[in-house]
């Protein structure tokens, strides 16, 4: 069997390289060479891809092992389990104590509050005059803003966490000091504001973690920690650079920015859709650990091995979606994994999805004639796609 | 104590997988949507962990006397 290099180039835009579905098609769980720690396995298709992220018999945990090496694209295997690597049940005692705030029915209250912040920021974007980048003046704020007022992160402080937090998710958009600094940085700066919510408790969740670890001894203080620096970094940099995706897309297809125009009923479903068909991921992703024999499309995945697998892919399984390449905003059955699923199904999925709903529609109700203005650069060597700017006009 | 009734509401279901992932032995995904392996279970704090993580709510516990465990609201 093949080994191939992975992650495989380094993402061209939106584009999702072709090779996933090449493999998806021709070998479905194949054989890859990370440039640290050795070989595994990739799956491409969606029903293969959900059983590696939901079945018990695929840990994250395993990774975290002492004198665990497993293959990944920085050098150095993580010092720090955070809420992504772990399992149930641990996964699970540190994920209730927020899960309440971040339901669908809890997110929904949040939309007013949402929409007074984007009315607010196109308000600011109106005045400065065109042309305007869209990520400084929208896509960024908005999820911070929210973000911030959850948790408890005083917004006065968005520069500092910001610039840590663009490297937190850099593979080589930074040197690999300067990602291990930021991370370091950020414990730092959670573990601080810990301490004051400590003496000064707020209703946010990071007095929330705190009280559970002082009262309740239901988290460490590195759970703690680490927790809060997950919330924040997943929080605002996927959101905000997925809006700035979708509004890329939309605003260089006329047709679909077209029909959503007409109808703005459609919002929802666009987003899904959207969702669906955004490569956000340029990168290689989390390993799960096999604890057991699996067998994947005919391939024994054996104990221990690592598997990758490419969510992106899976959207395009054409067992599953219909002209799975085309953005179809009427699909009656979307089941996308872009929020992942299982245990690690995103946390904060309804809370980006009602983001998503208020900006896109509201932008596009204010604007009739938003448009681009020049070219648009993309991101390089970092685990999420995004447009480093977005420049508009209307 | 007696036993718990297990529901799910399969409107509300979206089949994140949460609930098969934090309790195995409790839930399986069946057309994409959730459903109780068992709607009667002995107690088991497995299902009100199911019940508490799920993003949509879509899973009710109640004890013998219909009083509802989880979810909190």
Known sequence: ?394 | MGEWTVELDRDKCIGTGMCTSTAPHRFRLDGGKSTPVDEVVEPDDAVIDAAESCPMEAILVRADDGSVLAPEL
Not at chain 1, 196 to 225: F, G, I, W
Request: glycine share 6%; aromatic share 6%.
């Open chain 1, 1 to 394: 069997m093949e080994i191939r290099p992975f992650p495989f180039t380094e993402p061209d835009e939106l584009v999702l390289n072709p090779e996933y579905l090449e493999l998806q098609r021709d070998e479905p769980v194949a054989r890859v060479r990370l440039p640290y720690g050795g070989d595994g396995w990739l799956a491409t298709r969606y029903e293969d891809v959900k059983t590696v992220l939901a079945d018990p018999r695929f840990s994250r945990a395993a990774v975290m092992e002492p004198g665990a090496d497993v293959p990944r694209t920085l050098p150095t295997m993580p010092a720090e389990t955070n809420i992504l690597s772990m399992d149930p049940p641990d996964h699970t005692r540190l994920r209730r104590l927020v899960a309440k705030a971040f339901t669908a029915r809890r997110t929904e209250q949040l939309r007013e509050r949402a929409q007074g912040i984007v009315d607010g920021l196109l308000d600011a974007m109106e005045e400065r005059g065109a042309p305007a980048d869209l990520v400084e003046s929208l896509a960024m704020p908005l999820p911070i803003t929210i973000i911030c007022e959850m948790l408890g992160v005083p917004f006065e402080d968005r520069d500092k966490f910001r610039a840590w937090s663009e490297a937190a998710v850099a593979i080589t958009a930074f040197t690999y000091d300067e990602i291990l600094a930021s991370g370091e940085s950020l414990r730092a700066y959670i573990g601080e504001l810990a301490e004051r919510k400590r003496v000064d408790p707020a209703d946010d969740m990071l007095s929330v973690l705190v009280a559970a670890h002082d009262n309740e001894d239901r988290l460490t203080t590195k759970e703690l920690v680490s927790f809060g620096v997950a919330l924040l970094v997943a929080g605002h940099e996927t959101t905000a650079n997925q809006l700035g995706n979708f509004v890329y897309q939309l605003l260089g297809d006329p047709d679909l920015l077209g029909e959503l125009r007409a109808d703005p009923a459609l919002v929802p479903a666009a987003v899904e859709e959207l969702l669906r068909f955004t490569p956000l991921g340029g990168s290689a992703g989390f390993p799960r650990i096999a604890t057991a024999e699996v067998e994947l499309s005919g391939v024994t995945i054996k104990p221990g091995d690592a598997v990758f697998v490419d969510n992106l892919a899976a959207n395009r399984d054409p067992s599953v979606f219909e002209n799975p390449n085309d953005v179809d905003f009427h699909r009656a059955h979307n089941p996308h994994i872009t929020f992942g699923h299982g245990a690690h199904h995103c946390i904060g999925a309804p809370l980006a999805r009602m983001e998503l709903q208020v900006a896109i529609g509201t932008l596009l109700k204010r604007f009739p004639l938003l448009r681009l203005d020049g070219d648009v650069t993309f991101k390089k060597g970092r685990l999420i796609r995004g447009p480093q700017a977005l420049m508009v006009r209307w």
